[in-house]
């Protein structure tokens, strides 16, 4: 049973290109969620999702940051325009069902954008 | 403005001791907790939760939660030098998870 899987691993941008990062949750996992970790910091959520659906972006940035969950296929997290302060850790996390019901949340193995 | 609080550290700890690690929280309407383990460079995983008021126990693992208080606590009994990494506290007061930004534990052989 495959856990969260995250693509690429390592991202490498210049200053002013799009990142796309993906994620493929656990199987029968229906909940997508996106997180940003900077060094020494702690995860900040960005935005939580279900298929076709964003349930809660409270955590995006306004601008160059948009997140998808297609009904086939992978969660989009698409940066357009990086910049160098885009340079995180970005970890996506799935569950079974609503968060807000003690739904546990599993990580994936993150993507390290390295933006120049 | 939800918050979780963490005491950073670095948190020493001998090799067979017991390690504490605290946690608070704003937000009293959470209602589930979490304590996720992050080694350098990978990604958390999930080793403890707790709902209900009180003690869980999991192996070497104990979660203790008070909600009067807005308080959770992990206690690792005879730890390892396996256990040192970043032990995140992680509330759920509604979508998603708010995470603390961590306590830093480092188990001494």
């Known amino acids: 049973n495959a856990g969260v899987m995250q693509n690429p691993r390592h991202l490498v941008r210049r200053r002013g290109q799009e990142a796309r990062l993906r994620c493929s949750p656990m199987?029968?996992?229906?909940?997508v969620y996106w997180y940003r970790q900077l060094p020494e910091e702690g995860l900040k959520f960005m935005v939580y999702?279900?298929?076709?659906?964003?349930?809660?972006e409270s955590g995006m940035p306004k601008e160059r940051f948009s997140a998808e969950f297609p009904k086939e296929g992978p969660s989009i997290l698409r940066i357009q325009q990086v910049v160098r302060g885009d340079s995180a850790a970005y970890f996506c996390?799935?569950?079974?069902?609503?968060?807000?019901?003690?739904?546990?949340?599993?990580f994936g193995s993150g993507t390290q954008l390295s933006v120049l | 403005q939800k918050e979780v609080e963490q005491n950073s550290g670095p948190l020493s700890v001998p090799e067979g001791a017991i390690a504490s690690l605290n946690c608070t929280y704003s937000?009293?309407?959470?209602?589930?907790f979490f304590w996720y383990r992050q080694y350098s460079g990978k990604s958390p995983e999930l080793i403890m939760f707790?709902?209900?008021?009180g003690d869980k126990e999991d192996g070497r693992f104990t979660a203790q939660l008070n909600k009067a208080s807005q308080y959770v606590s992990l206690l690792i009994r005879d730890s390892q030098p396996s256990d040192s990494a970043t032990y995140l506290c992680?509330?759920?007061?509604?979508?998603?998870?708010?995470f603390g930004k961590g306590t830093h534990l480092i188990i001494q052989p």
């Open positions: 199987k029968g996992h229906s909940h």
């Open positions: 937000d009293r309407g959470s209602q589930s």
């Open positions: 992680a509330v759920n007061p509604s979508a998603g998870l708010t």
């Open positions: 707790i709902y209900s008021n």
């Open positions: 999702l279900q298929k076709e659906n964003i349930i809660d």
């Open positions: 996390a799935s569950s079974p069902g609503h968060a807000g019901n003690n739904e546990k949340l599993f």
